[in-house]
Structures are given as structure tokens and as C-alpha cells.
């Protein structure tokens, strides 16, 4: 073999492996909503996970009859209605990973952006006030992110923040 084909042969080689690694790094996913569970659970549908419950990272909104809390259903249906609006189904979004994949009940754990706007719903969530910041030893990416964001929205007394807070 002569020295420029040996020389293509090796940067396609090089290439190829480049592709792998790139493909099986790939720390996001492409899909649409199916369904809104509630203000921080959705269900998606993507083509590596065909329909599949997705659990918003680094969010808590309040449930409904949630008794270890008390919060008031008023304000989980609030924070429901909004993620509704938002991710009405086929809507376009973007799923983006941190370091665990994956809660004990086998949703996955992302943070989503829609895709038109590109807003992220976890901030959204939070700096309306609809959530509060949920600590996560594995997925803390955005973690000091998401305190200010609900830090301006006790400061300025939006959603759940507006008697207060609770939490």
C-alpha cells in the first residue's frame, strides 16, 4: 500500500471511530409530548424511546392531595394547566440528559426544551413559580441555575411563592 492510501485508509478509520463516539455520546434526544401528567411528569414519545415517562430534573411541582406537604391543589393544578399550555401534544422538544438516565420507577430524568422557542419547561416552572427547586445528588447540572431562578420568583412573589411558600 502506498503512503496516500494508506493515509485514507487510516482517516476513514479515524472518522468512522469519530461517528461512534459521537453517536454513542450523544446526551440528547428529539421527540413530541404525547400526554402532560401533571406540572413536572410528561409523557413523550421519541424514536430511542417510542412512548416513554419523562420526570423533569431539578422541578417539584405541587400533586394533587399531596398530604406530606399539604400543599394546596390549587397550586398543582396551576403549575398543570401551565405545563398543559406549553406542551400541548405533538409539540416539538428537545430532551437533554445529565449523568442519571433514569428514576427507581424507570422514567427518565431530563431536562426538556421545547423545541420551537427553545425555553427549557424546568426553568420555566421554576421562575413562574410553579415549582421549587428539587435537590438531586447525580443531576445537579444546573443546579445553582435553577436556585436563582426560584430565589427571583420568591422575591418577587410569583405562583406558589405569592402567600408566602410553603416549602
Same mark, same amino acid.
Given at each position: 500500500?502506498?503512503?496516500?492510501?494508506?493515509?485514507?485508509? +487510516?482517516?476513514?478509520?479515524?472518522?468512522?471511530?469519530?461517528?461512534?463516539?459521537?453517536?454513542?455520546?450523544?446526551?440528547?434526544?428529539?421527540?413530541?409530548?404525547?400526554?402532560?401528567? /401533571?406540572?413536572?411528569t410528561i409523557i413523550v414519545k421519541t424514536k430511542r424511546y417510542k412512548k416513554?415517562?419523562?420526570? +423533569?430534573?431539578?422541578?417539584?411541582?405541587?400533586?394533587?392531595?399531596?398530604?406530606?406537604?399539604?400543599? /394546596?391543589?390549587?397550586?398543582?393544578?396551576?403549575?398543570?394547566? #401551565?405545563?398543559?399550555?406549553?406542551?400541548?401534544?405533538?409539540?416539538?422538544?428537545? @430532551?437533554?440528559? /445529565?449523568?442519571?438516565?433514569?428514576?427507581?420507577?424507570?422514567?427518565? +430524568?431530563?431536562?426538556?426544551?421545547?423545541?420551537?422557542?427553545?425555553h427549557s419547561m424546568n426553568e420555566l416552572l421554576l421562575r413562574k413559580g410553579?415549582?421549587? #427547586?428539587?435537590? /438531586?445528588?447525580?443531576?445537579?447540572?444546573?443546579?445553582?441555575?435553577?436556585?436563582? @431562578?426560584?430565589?427571583?420568583?420568591?422575591?418577587?412573589?410569583?405562583?406558589?411563592?405569592?402567600r408566602g411558600g410553603r416549602f
Amino acid at each position: 500500500m502506498d503512503l496516500n492510501t494508506t493515509l485514507i485508509v +487510516l482517516g476513514t478509520v479515524a472518522g468512522g471511530m469519530y461517528l461512534l463516539y459521537w453517536f454513542f455520546t450523544q446526551n440528547y434526544d428529539r421527540g413530541v409530548v404525547v400526554q402532560v401528567l /401533571d406540572g413536572d411528569t410528561i409523557i413523550v414519545k421519541t424514536k430511542r424511546y417510542k412512548k416513554k415517562k419523562v420526570r +423533569l430534573i431539578g422541578v417539584d411541582s405541587p400533586e394533587r392531595a399531596n398530604h406530606i406537604f399539604d400543599f /394546596d391543589e390549587a397550586y398543582a393544578r396551576h403549575a398543570e394547566r #401551565y405545563v398543559r399550555r406549553k406542551l400541548k401534544p405533538g409539540t416539538k422538544i428537545y @430532551l437533554d440528559y /445529565d449523568k442519571k438516565k433514569f428514576d427507581q420507577w424507570g422514567r427518565l +430524568l431530563a431536562y426538556l426544551y421545547i423545541q420551537k422557542s427553545g425555553h427549557s419547561m424546568n426553568e420555566l416552572l421554576l421562575r413562574k413559580g410553579y415549582a421549587v #427547586y428539587q435537590a /438531586d445528588k447525580y443531576n445537579k447540572r444546573l443546579k445553582n441555575k435553577f436556585l436563582k @431562578l426560584q430565589q427571583e420568583a420568591k422575591r418577587e412573589r410569583r405562583g406558589i411563592w405569592s402567600r408566602g411558600g410553603r416549602f
